[in-house]
């Protein structure tokens, strides 16, 4: 008897405990039907107010879903679910601007620089043309230049060859004069050209000059005279300038 008496008021204390540690598994039953299938479940039950929502939309609704898209909605993005519908107008490309004819104005300008570049390339044409006679001249110059030096070069030897030839035949002159009788060389003498007599009283010597020339009309013998004083004058004044 006193057993059961202890039994009997232990058994309240065992009942909360079963019951306190059954609320702790529903609770945990709880939370791990709220991790996995519940969630699922709320999931595919908001789905489904979704599409009856869609599908109770009016038909002026629907229509303007369909319609074309304002300016304002233009860059909005589509809604969803339409992705297999045909571009609308507003993705077309947009229209090439039509090009207006040129004025009046316009065409009279265009068709003054085609005339001023027509009249620049005729003018460089022309320069061109000038350029190409002048350097043709130039070479004809050239050319004529290198002649006339060529020319010149010939002429200076000759005139060389002649001036010594020339001094030959008036030594050879000056020595038959001298060798004369100065009556005689006289007499000779007065008969030649005055450049001549100049060239041959000039290079005898003074010596034997002084007999022909005393044998000689006074007034040739003046002459004579005067021009060869000029002579030296000359070659004294070269001399210095040379020198």
């Known amino acids: 008897m006193m057993k059961l008496a202890r039994y009997a008021r232990l058994l309240p204390l065992f009942l909360a405990a079963a019951t306190l540690l ?3 598994k529903i ?18 039950e908001a789905h489904a ?18 319609a074309r898209p304002t300016p304002g909605e233009q860059g909005a993005a589509p809604p969803a679910g339409t992705g297999d519908a045909k ?19 316009e065409v ?8 001023r570049r027509q009249a620049l390339d005729a003018r460089a044409e022309d ?13 004809r110059l050239d050319q004529k230049l290198r002649e006339l030096r060529e020319l010149e070069t010939l002429l200076q030897g000759l005139l060389k060859a002649h001036d010594t030839q020339q ?31 100049l060239q041959v009283a000039e290079r005898m010597s003074e010596r034997k000059l002084a007999p022909v020339m005393a044998n000689m009309n006074p007034a040739r013998a003046k002459a ?9 004058q000359l070659a004294a004044g070269a001399h210095t300038a040379g020198g």
């Not at 009279?108 to 005339?115: E, I, K, R, T, Y």
């Not at 061109?128 to 350097?135: G, K, P």
């Not at 001094?167 to 450049?195: C, F, G, H, T, W």
């Open 108 to 115: 009279q300008v265009l068709q003054q620089l085609a005339a």
């Open 87 to 105: 571009p609308t107008a507003a993705a077309a490309p947009a229209a090439a601007p039509e090009t207006q004819p040129p004025s009046a104005q």
């Open 22 to 24: 059954l609320g702790v």
């Open 127 to 139: 320069i061109d043309r000038r350029a190409d006679v002048l350097r043709a001249g130039e070479a």
């Open 27 to 44: 609770h945990n039953v709880a939370r791990m039907l709220i991790g996995t299938g519940f969630t699922s479940s709320a999931i595919a």
């Open 167 to 197: 001094e030959e035949q008036i030594r050879s002159l000056v020595k038959i004069y001298e060798n004369m009788k100065p009556k005689d060389a006289a007499r000779i003498l007065e008969e030649l050209e005055m450049a001549t007599l």
């Open 224 to 232: 004579i005279t005067e021009e060869l004083a000029k002579l030296r």
């Open 49 to 66: 107010e979704a599409h009856a929502e869609a599908s109770s939309r009016s038909p002026a609704a629907s229509q303007r879903t369909d």
